[in-house]
């Protein structure tokens, strides 16, 4: 701060402080960081392993809600979070089968996803109960996949039928939405399960 005479009047001027730089740090001071990080590091690998260490990072949250959705409205990382949630609540019977069937979706997820799709489809007929004929109607079928497009539902059908783990049969009366369509056969309405999965 200094006088200034302006007009004969004393005026205070005030001088800005330069911006705050903040000081570098020196090379003995990165180099003492950085082995206190190799030191925590290496002390960190001798402890048991986390949870967390298994899991995806924690997702950021979207801007607006209705990015990145995916099937039912919810966005892709939603769901695996609810997911992960929802099988500490599921009884422990389901447990091991969550524990097994995840090898067989990371084969089918390793195999591309017209497996993933067919091993969607194979495992939720695999989890229906037939109706007193042994057969599954296919709007069954779509109630149980509620979310995934019909067309989805409809090509893994008829790639498991090729493939002889399913029947795919005629609809009978009272059936609801017949999907699929044959040249010689007509509208095929029910599935019988020939290969569990």
């Known amino acids: 701060m200094r006088p200034s005479d302006i007009d004969g009047e004393t005026t205070l001027l005030m001088r800005r402080p330069a911006a705050w730089q903040p000081k570098r740090p020196s090379a003995a001071r990165r ?44 966005p892709q990382a939603e769901r695996g979070e609810r997911l992960l949630l929802e099988i500490v609540r599921v009884p422990p019977e389901y447990l091991r089968g969550v524990a097994a069937l995840v090898e067989y979706a990371e084969h089918w997820h390793e195999r591309g996803p017209i497996a993933v799709e067919d091993g969607l489809v194979h495992l939720a007929l695999s989890r229906i109960r037939p109706d007193h004929h042994g057969e599954i109607p296919i709007s069954w079928l779509e109630r149980k996949l509620e979310g995934v497009p019909s067309y989805v539902v409809t090509r893994a059908l008829r790639r498991l039928a090729q493939d002889g783990a399913i029947e795919v049969l005629p609809a009978r009366e009272g059936d609801v939405g017949a999907r699929l369509y044959e040249e010689l056969r007509g509208y095929l309405g029910r599935v019988k399960l020939r290969r569990p999965l």
Do not use: K, N
């Open 31 to 74: 180099v003492c960081s950085q082995i206190i990080g190799g030191l925590w590091s290496f002390i960190d690998s001798f402890r048991d392993p986390r949870l967390d260490d298994y899991l995806p990072p924690v997702p950021d949250r979207p801007a607006r809600e209705d990015t990145l959705v995916c099937e039912g409205g919810i």
